[in-house]
Nanobody, 123 residues
């Protein structure tokens, strides 16, 4: 298993940018697929983005495609989510997650979760 800690959330105006970071502990970080999910008040946790263990494969929810970019640096045991052109509807708690492969990077399939970081986008 792996321990995950998110950071980088905050308050930003619509159209602005934030970069979230997820720091992982453990020597096996590079073997895990990683992803980001978010949950707004009264809503279910939803998929945002994921990246394979090697970084060669990425995908995004339609709602963020073209605006968000996921990346990872295995030498630093860290995964990032660069968020650009932020909208008020992006407001949510963002969670980092890990799984054995990208197929398991779902709310039910991920085996490790961070505590979340709040992102608030004002209009």
């Amino acid at each position: 298993q792996v321990q995950l800690v998110e950071s980088g959330g905050g308050l930003v105006q619509a159209g602005g940018s934030l970069r979230l970071s997820c720091a992982a502990s453990g020597r096996t970080f590079s073997t895990y697929a990683m992803g980001w999910f978010r949950q707004a008040p009264g809503k279910e946790r939803e998929f945002v983005s994921r990246i394979s263990w090697s970084g060669s494969s990425t995908d995004y929810a339609d709602s963020v495609k073209g605006r968000f970019v996921i990346s990872r640096d295995n030498t630093k045991n860290t995964v990032y989510l660069q968020m650009n052109s932020l909208k008020p509807e992006d407001t949510a708690v963002y969670y980092c997650a890990a799984a054995l492969n990208t197929r398991l990077l779902t709310t039910a399939g991920a085996h490790s979760w961070g505590q979340g970081t709040q992102v608030t986008v004002s209009s």
